[in-house]
């Protein structure tokens, strides 16, 4: 909550800041240069490419003949491009602030309600079930307040055969990340690390609990573009380096380092990447690189290309198990030398994988006993209702 406030009334006093037009003096410049090079030597995280970006700007600051923009939305620009040329680091900003606001308290209130429109313009977009029981869904930007939103998704693609989500204009974002994650993963997976540079410490990221099931071997795809980044990048490199998720589409834009927002003087503002993700089966992360797909094709062809895939990967997820099973439980493939115990676990195990992946439904189960035993089957009538007995003594 504190950290919900702290952006509200940042976002608030950026917005009705002093005129970005404003002429700076050059002792004001100096202090917003000093403030920067404190910031990135302080916190930026990696520390020598942030003393060469101090030393570029203290060369900026002493310099008579470098000729330096003077009004405010110049100067931040300046100072964004030329720490740039040291940290190739897309995170990297400098805020250029916006006009301040003159109105009266009540234009105030209405243009509030317009800026926090368009900032939840992204989060969660087109959801639908496409042809062959695929699950879509295009997730624009990850909001924290759209953490909620995650469980009513995945209910709705419980059923789906094989899920796509498309990342293609997803900028990134926070929170619902690790939770869609988790949805993918087993429970103790540690899913990434974070180094902090400024504590000088480790934080380590696992699946978190969910409230719904678990889809831990739906065929799942996911689509990039080079605008998908931060965040919508973490989502896709994790689950594609447990060869969780593949990955169609064009290499991401290259973001893997999370920031922290600071003021600078005279009401402008920086962004400094101060952690470094880390993944534990890569031992690396995805900054400066990108996230490389699986099938690279251009982001306009990524659907049809990932439709495809999916369609024929959910005729395969639909099909295995429901024959594996048919012909463990027919009379005339049973192997007489193998164990009975044997044959009924393999048996209950796959009417259990049908049932968490909702191709058998538990009140079914009595009914399908009944219809084997009415055919003389009894072993496969006794599978149906030991697992049927199982789960309504678990019910109770």
Not at 242 to 249: L, M, S
Not at 252 to 277: C, D, K, M, W, Y
Not at 365 to 388: H, T
Request: include cysteine; hydrophobic fraction near 35%; aromatic fraction near 8%.
């Amino acid at each position: 909550m504190k950290k919900i406030l702290l952006f509200s009334l940042l976002f608030c006093s950026y917005c009705f800041a002093s005129d970005e037009s404003k002429i700076l003096s050059p002792a004001q410049q100096t202090e917003i240069i000093e403030t920067l090079q404190n910031k990135l030597t302080t916190h930026y995280i990696l520390a020598d490419k942030a003393q060469e970006a101090k030393e570029l700007l203290e060369e900026l600051k002493q310099s008579t003949t470098i000729q330096k923009p003077t009004d405010k939305k110049s100067f931040a620009q300046y100072l964004q491009q030329q720490v740039q040329m040291i940290l190739n680091d897309k995170h990297f900003r400098v805020i250029v602030p916006r006009p301040r606001n003159t109105s009266s308290e009540t234009d105030i209130l209405k243009q509030h309600l317009n800026a926090l429109t368009n900032f939840r313009k992204g989060g969660f977009q087109d959801i639908q079930m496409l042809e062959g029981n695929v699950g879509y869904v295009k997730i624009d930007g990850f909001r924290g307040e759209e953490t909620h939103q995650v469980d009513g998704l995945m209910i709705y693609l419980r059923t789906a055969d094989a899920i796509i989500i498309d990342l293609r204009d997803n900028r990134g974002g926070a929170r619902p990340v690790n939770y869609l994650t988790s949805y993918f993963l087993p429970e103790g997976t540690l899913v990434g690390s974070t180094y902090h540079r400024f504590k000088d410490s480790w934080q380590s990221h696992y699946v978190d609990k969910i409230n719904g099931d678990k889809r831990l071997d739906v065929p799942l795809f996911i689509l990039t573009s080079d605008r998908t980044f931060s965040a919508a990048e973490a989502f896709t490199y994790n689950l594609q380096a447990r060869q969780r998720a593949i990955v169609v589409g064009e290499v991401t834009g290259g973001g893997a380092h999370p920031i922290q927002f600071f003021e600078l003087p005279e009401g402008l503002a920086t962004i400094v990447p101060n952690r470094r993700s880390h993944n534990p089966v890569t031992r690396t992360n995805w900054e400066g690189t990108g996230v490389k797909p699986d099938i690279n094709v251009d982001e306009e062809l990524a659907l049809n290309e990932a439709k495809a895939l999916a369609k024929t990967a959910a005729e395969q997820y639909r099909s295995t198990t429901i024959t594996e099973l048919s012909n463990l439980l027919n009379p005339e493939n049973v192997d007489k030398t193998q164990n009975k115990a044997d044959l009924e676990q393999k048996a209950q195990s796959l009417i259990e994988i049908l049932l968490q992946r909702k191709h058998l439904e538990s009140f079914m189960l009595e009914g399908f006993a009944r219809r084997y035993r009415a055919l003389g089957n009894d072993f496969a009538a006794e599978q149906f209702e030991s697992v049927d007995k199982r789960l309504n003594e678990t019910e109770y």
